[in-house]
């Protein structure tokens, strides 16, 4: 059973996922074939939402932008995720 927080994160993984997927014009810029890319979109995209804690809203809510740390980690989810 899920807890109502894991439950929205769930469906907020599953929203951008279906988001990152239906980018067609991501998809032509990433080069990727497409097995590839929808498999990319899964992970980065769960990748980037875990990341996204109390401390970092607050850091954007504030300064309307990433901090240098999120920043740091999408570029190590992107790594990863194509890999």
Known sequence: MFSTKSYA???QINY???MCQQD???FTKSGLSKNKYLKFC????TGMIKALD???MSYQ?????P?????????TIKKKCLN
């Not at 899964?42 to 995209?45: A, I, K, S």
């Not at 901090?67 to 570029?75: D, T, V």
Request: proline content about 0%; aromatic content about 10%; overall charge positive.
């Open 61 to 65: 809510a504030k300064y309307n932008k």
């Open 67 to 75: 901090s240098g740390k999120f920043i740091k980690k999408a570029k």
């Open 24 to 26: 067609t014009q991501q």
């Open 16 to 18: 951008a996922i279906q």
């Open 54 to 56: 109390k401390k970092e």
């Open 9 to 11: 994160n769930e469906n």
């Open 42 to 45: 899964e992970c980065y995209m």
